[in-house]
């Protein structure tokens, strides 16, 4: 390895992007197994948390194009994991409400995903994983 890579690998920047690459593959995988990607995932737990919804703030909430939006919603309603209905305050719009059966499976992807993030922090103390968790927050809430 040269010097240069060497620099290049040992960055914050790179290092946070090859754990978080890892990090997403260990949490797809596991929401794999209930038919679900990341963004359905997402998607579900937005419509669980803020439901009923229109579409376009759900999007919003999720910050997923709206066209993309759409897609991930034909696939969980396909799975009977949520209802688009007429939106009561404005007719012109579809509302999105989670299902029984989507709220059994975003419980079982919750588990699933806290599984794989134990996987990921394995490596670490409980400590180091708290004291990585508060660090991580941190820079995500910082300006």
Do not use: F
């Amino acid at each position: 390895m040269t010097a240069a890579l060497e620099r290049i690998q040992s960055l914050p920047s790179w290092l946070v992007g090859r754990v978080a690459a890892r990090a997403r593959g260990l949490v797809a995988a596991a929401l794999a197994t209930e038919g679900l990607k990341l963004m359905h995932h997402a998607v579900l737990a937005a419509s669980s948390e803020y439901g009923p919804l229109a579409q376009a703030e759900l999007g919003r909430r999720v910050a997923v194009d709206p066209k993309d939006v759409v897609g991930i919603l034909n696939d969980l309603q396909r799975a009977g994991l949520v209802l688009r209905a007429p939106d009561p305050d404005d007719r012109r719009k579809n509302a999105v409400t989670i299902t029984p059966e989507g709220a059994d499976v975003l419980t079982r992807c919750a588990a699933l995903a806290e599984a794989a993030n134990a996987e990921l922090l394995a490596p670490l103390t409980p400590d180091e994983q708290g004291q990585l968790t508060a660090l991580l927050t941190r820079l995500h809430e910082a300006p």
